[in-house]
Antibody, heavy 115, light 112 residues
Framework: EVQLVESGGGLVQPGGSLRLSCSAS????????MHWVRQAPGKGLEYVSTVSNNGGTKYYADSVKGRFTISRDNSKNTLSLQMSSLRAEDTAVYYCVRGYYFDDWGQGTLVTVSS | DVVLTQSPLSLPVTLGQSASISCRSS???????????LNWFQQRPGQSPRRLIY???NRDSGAPDRFSGSGSGTDFTLKISRVEAEDVGVYYCMHGTHWPGTFGQGTRLEIK
């Protein structure tokens, strides 16, 4: 069974930093592209970032480019999102998603940016 | 970036009736290899999204056969036949053909 468990969310002040992690199990992690997708409270889904299976290719939404960095450790089956210069509009539930076609989703971790 | 426009944004449906959701892209979603990375997701209240349809018309194993996807190029449709109470939620189209990917605004399905 595919499992994606996000962690690292919490309350952070504007301008601060936070690192999200996603622990993956139930599949061969190094075979799959991975993504982060977020959802602000009461809003729709927003694509954030993608990393290829070997970590060599990365994509970012314009809204986070230059502030967020996606990475993965295939030896630890872990996906990460380093977020810096956080803004109030980054407040959202962040989902870890498996696969080129967005096959499976985690339960999400809530990030709140507020003073 | 590619913009996906869904319609309608709100969809009241009588139980047992059918429903359709349109997703239109600002540019063709056909990739150079001929594949089209256009997918549909369902998000029930309080739950994570789950995929229903991938590559336009391929239904996921856990999705009821009442759900079907169709379309090509820039115009895509999700059809739900014989709507049931468990179908209440928000439906999103999403593309991954031209990175970064984007989602449609979402269509909220409710029971009349």
């Amino acid at each position: 069974e595919v499992q994606l468990v996000e962690s690292g969310g919490g309350l952070v002040q504007p301008g601060g930093s936070l690192r999200l992690s996603c622990s993956a199990s139930g599949f061969i992690f190094s075979d799959y592209a991975m993504h982060w997708v977020r959802q602000a409270p009461g809003k729709g889904l927003e694509y954030v970032s993608t990393v290829s299976n070997n970590g060599g290719t990365k994509y970012y939404a314009d809204s986070v480019k230059g502030r967020f960095t996606i990475s993965r450790d295939n030896s630890k089956n872990t996906l990460s999102l380093q977020m810096s210069s956080l803004r109030a509009e980054d407040t959202a539930v962040y989902y870890c998603v498996r696969g080129y076609y967005f096959d499976d989703w985690g339960q999400g971790t809530l990030v709140t940016v507020s003073s | 970036d590619v913009v996906l426009t869904q319609s309608p944004l709100s969809l009241p449906v009588t139980l047992g009736q059918s429903a359709s959701i349109s997703c239109r892209s600002s540019q063709s979603l056909v990739y150079s290899d001929g594949n089209t990375n256009l997918n549909w997701f369902q998000q029930r209240p309080g739950q994570s999204p789950r995929r229903l349809i991938y590559k336009v018309s391929n239904r996921d194993s856990g999705a009821p056969d009442r759900f079907s996807g169709s379309g090509s190029g820039t115009d895509f449709t999700l059809k739900i036949s014989r709507v049931e109470a468990e179908d209440v939620g928000v439906y999103y189209c999403m593309h991954g053909t031209h990175w970064p990917g984007t989602f449609g605004q979402g269509t909220r399905l409710e029971i009349k």
